[in-house]
């Protein structure tokens, strides 16, 4: 009889902690990507991404989160379209787990939007794939699911009483991030402030984390000094292998807050070839390490949300690399989120890199380099493709009313 009786009480035991594990499993995560990827492209302003979006919604209440400063989690904003040059909306999402002191909060995102059917040319669907739906399951539903995993996650810690964070937790469902960062950049020009680092304490960034195989890289870790030691001990329960990387210029939605002087660490599984393309399909996902991921930016949100000291800022610089991993750099801070879709407005630049040493300037509009037109960080980045280390070019930017010529020398970076 004793031995049935602690049988039972043991089957309980296992079963509470099922339970209480279950938000950050496979199981769930897969639940939120299939949920997101069966709205559609979710292409931003489309009716397939305000599917998504109450979708994102229905959760945010389900889980119990409070609305962000207002009484929905929506924060709809303007922007022009790429497409038709037609003025659209499009659709933030913002709740919070409110802390117990007035320190600056901690944010924590990811973006739910998607290229649609491919009307934009940021698409690499093949010819005889023009027009079909790109899922974009890693793209980014795979951050979006480990958003509202851990968004349950926490909250069921509060509500059990283990949990009594100092500082607010705010999480982010962003729209517009593959046409320019839109919905983070609408997001912080709220504040009309330069440094934001007295609101939050850090941004941490979830972009295509669906696809892990050897390690998860996290990235920006250059921005603060605290991040080695923070991921050390924070992965210490998960044992997930890692890949730091310093670089914190990056184009998703981190460099609108970096660019306000908060410190950013962004999680991503890497590239593929079905990247931006129908072939980005939930079938293709390792759903046990989205889990694991999930887990480990929970702990280190969770951390952060208890520590009353804040994190150093830190702005990344021009460093000597090896030969081997040479590549051309020229450490401009692009603002992505240029509103008519016309040029690049240069946000800063790195700290003696090449690109502040030929004078740009923040607000600046880079329209053309190397004899390239510039519409979008997009061609941007498919000019800094060709530049040769050493090898001098001329940039136009518009300044104010002016256009300046600028020759620039590009560097070299890890």
Wanted: include cysteine.
């Amino acid at each position: 009889m004793k031995k049935i009786v602690l049988i039972s009480l043991c089957l309980i035991v296992f079963n509470a902690q099922a339970k209480r594990q279950s938000v950050l499993s496979a199981k769930n995560t897969e639940k939120h990507v299939t949920a997101i990827t069966q709205t559609g492209g979710r292409l931003i302003g489309s009716q397939s991404a305000k599917k998504a979006a109450e979708y994102i919604d229905a959760e945010l209440k389900r889980i119990g989160l409070q609305p962000w400063h207002s009484q929905s989690y929506k924060w709809p904003f303007k922007f022009i379209s790429t497409i038709d040059k037609s003025k659209q909306s499009g659709t933030n999402l913002i709740a919070v787990i409110k802390g117990t002191t007035k320190l600056p909060g901690v944010i924590i995102g990811a973006h739910y939007d998607h290229l649609g059917h491919g009307q934009t040319d940021k698409s690499l669907a093949r010819e005889d794939e023009k027009g079909q739906v790109h899922p974009g399951a890693d793209d980014n539903a795979s951050g979006v699911s480990a958003l509202l995993s851990i968004a349950e996650y926490l909250v069921a810690l509060k509500n059990k009483g283990k949990f009594s964070p100092k500082r607010d937790i705010v999480f982010a469902f962003w729209t517009g991030e593959e046409e320019g960062l839109l919905g983070s950049k609408s997001f912080v020009k709220m504040f009309g402030q330069d440094d934001l680092s007295h609101i939050f304490m850090a941004y941490l960034n979830m972009d295509m984390i669906g696809r892990l195989d050897n390690a998860l890289i996290l990235q920006g870790t250059g921005s603060s000094k605290s991040w080695k030691q923070i991921i050390e001990q924070r992965n210490a329960p998960v044992r997930l292998n890692i890949v730091t990387q310093d670089d914190s210029q990056l184009p998703t939605d981190t460099s609108s807050f970096y660019q306000h002087h908060v410190p950013i660490l962004s999680a991503f599984t890497g590239n593929h070839e079905q990247y931006h393309s129908p072939r980005d399909s939930t079938d293709l996902l390792n759903y046990q390490g989205i889990a694991k991921i999930a887990k480990l930016m929970a702990l280190i949100t969770r951390g952060l949300a208890l520590k009353e000291e804040a994190l150093d800022y830190q702005q990344t610089s021009l460093k000597k690399a090896s030969r081997k991993n040479l590549k051309a750099y020229l450490g401009t801070i692009p603002d992505y989120a240029q509103a008519d879709g016309v040029g690049v407005l240069i946000g800063g630049t790195v700290k003696n890199s090449p690109a502040q040493k030929a004078g740009f300037q923040k607000g600046d509009i880079l329209i053309e380099m190397k004899g390239m037109k510039i519409d979008d960080v997009y061609d941007f980045t498919d000019v800094l493709q060709t530049l040769v280390i050493g090898e001098k070019i001329t940039a136009k930017v518009q300044r104010q009313d002016k256009i300046v010529v600028l020759e620039v020398v590009p560097g070299v970076k890890k």
